[in-house]
């Protein structure tokens, strides 16, 4: 039951989300989300669980689901851009760490 909520409620966000669809990761979102809901103490709040999950979910996801669109990797919006931000504040920060991420280990090149 468990999965099958959590399917449901991807299923319904990517059809009506079809820039964003299913991505990885989404479900790592979802799950604490609907755990939480779930395992409510008051059963009456535990009834409609899935429900406010999809609601709360979707506002959740829509603060970031820009981050999820492919066509957006290079725009500002985009994952990409994002984390080139992200590399720009460390290195302003804390260079030694940027170095190792960077430099090193490479781990912005991933993308």
């Known amino acids: 039951p468990f999965q099958e909520s959590l399917r449901r409620i991807l299923i319904i966000f990517s059809r009506l989300y079809p820039s964003v669809r299913y991505v990885q990761g989404l479900n790592e979102v979802l799950a604490p989300l609907f755990y939480v809901l779930k395992n409510d103490l008051d059963t009456s709040n535990s009834t409609s669980a899935e429900a406010d999950t999809f609601f709360c979910f979707v506002e959740?996801?829509?603060?970031?689901?820009?981050?999820?669109?492919?066509?957006?990797?290079?725009?500002?919006?985009?994952?990409?851009?994002?984390?080139?931000?992200?590399?720009?504040?460390?290195?302003?920060?804390?260079?030694?760490?940027?170095?190792?991420?960077?430099?090193?280990?490479?781990?912005?090149?991933?993308?």
């Open 60 to 111: 959740l996801i829509s603060g970031f689901k820009n981050n999820y669109c492919k066509h957006l990797d290079n725009s500002r919006v985009g994952i990409r851009s994002i984390l080139s931000k992200l590399s720009q504040l460390l290195k302003k920060h804390d260079e030694e760490l940027w170095r190792h991420m960077e430099v090193i280990t490479k781990v912005g090149h991933i993308y």
